[in-house]
């Protein structure tokens, strides 16, 4: 396998889909070191700001949806589908804070399942 094989099945390696309150999203799991520079990259003089740090793993590892409709976004609005962008994915984040704590959860969770089965595939070489 030369580099470039090795960096699709890298990338096709961490999509999932994750299900949340009715709408499927696809995910990107981003690697512990993409995890560590979201945080560095978010320090201030009084310490890391988790929310900047998350905020920003969100938009680069959240790939699209189904099932998200305008009314789950703001309420009162209609049921029509809402289309994955970026500007649509700041939209949900800025207004479903549920919706954001569930995908950092997700990911979170993607994250410890990669360490265990690292872990295992340790104990058996």
Avoid: C
Avoid at 82 to 95: C, G, H, Q, R
């Amino acid at each position: 396998m030369n580099i470039d094989q090795l960096a699709v099945a890298i990338e096709a390696a961490r999509i999932y889909d994750f299900d949340h309150d009715g709408v499927t999203f696809k995910i990107r799991r981003p690697s512990e070191g993409e995890i560590r520079l979201a945080y560095d990259l978010s320090k201030t003089e009084t310490g890391v700001v988790e929310a900047r740090a998350w905020r920003a793993i969100l938009e680069k590892n959240v790939k699209g949806w189904s099932g998200l409709t305008a009314d789950r976004i703001l309420e009162g609005s209609t049921s029509d589908p809402v289309e994955f962008s970026a500007k649509s994915l700041t939209m949900l984040l800025d207004e479903r804070v549920d919706f954001a704590d569930a995908l950092r959860d997700s990911i979170l969770e993607a994250i410890g399942r990669r360490r265990i089965k690292l872990e295992e595939a340790r104990k058996n070489s």
